[in-house]
């Protein structure tokens, strides 16, 4: 039986928050070990997370999802079109956790474990707002 949009979308969604899950395991763990492999394994996997949220919700809104190079002008489409989808700054959260995100694979920037728990959080707050869009739309 073929799966519905809403139902792909949901199954992203919950892939985002296993992801989560296991990122914040990877980075609690790390910081027992001081094991910066481990927390470089955790930003890994809340990118993951990221990623499939904003999968999840263009998904919905869309229908399907875009190619790699159509996402950036995919979610200005979604800005422009979806009100809440703009007052979420979705666009803009989705690049800004990237972006920091990708820090702490490829620097020392990593060592601050202050800033990847902070990190951590802001990919919690985007996954809730995602959840809580992809309810009104159902």
Same mark, same amino acid.
């Given at each position: *039986?073929? /799966?519905?949009?809403?139902?792909?979308?949901?199954?992203?969604? %919950? =892939?985002?928050?296993?992801?989560?899950?296991?990122?914040?395991?990877?980075?609690?763990?790390?910081?027992? /070990?001081?094991?910066?492999?481990?927390?470089?394994?955790?930003? %890994?996997?809340?990118?993951?997370?990221?990623?499939?949220?904003?999968?999840?919700?263009?998904? *919905?809104?869309?229908?399907?999802?875009?190619? =790699?190079?159509?996402?950036?002008?995919?979610?200005?489409?979604?800005?422009?079109?979806?009100?809440?989808?703009?007052?979420?700054?979705?666009?803009?959260?989705?690049?800004?956790?990237?972006?920091?995100?990708?820090?702490?694979?490829?620097?020392?920037?990593? =060592?601050?474990?202050?800033?990847? /728990?902070?990190?951590?959080?802001?990919?919690? %707050?985007?996954?809730?707002?995602?959840?809580?869009?992809?309810?009104?739309?159902?």
């Amino acid at each position: *039986m073929a /799966e519905t949009v809403a139902e792909r979308a949901v199954a992203l969604l %919950e =892939s985002a928050r296993r992801l989560y899950r296991e990122a914040v395991r990877e980075f609690e763990s790390g910081v027992g /070990e001081g094991g910066w492999v481990r927390i470089a394994v955790a930003v %890994e996997k809340a990118s993951g997370a990221v990623e499939q949220a904003t999968k999840a919700l263009v998904l *919905m809104l869309k229908g399907k999802l875009p190619s =790699s190079w159509e996402e950036d002008r995919v979610l200005v489409e979604l800005e422009t079109s979806f009100p809440e989808v703009a007052r979420l700054r979705i666009r803009d959260r989705y690049a800004a956790r990237l972006s920091y995100l990708s820090r702490f694979r490829y620097s020392l920037y990593s =060592s601050n474990l202050k800033l990847a /728990e902070y990190e951590l959080e802001k990919v919690k %707050e985007y996954l809730d707002d995602i959840s809580r869009l992809l309810k009104q739309l159902q």
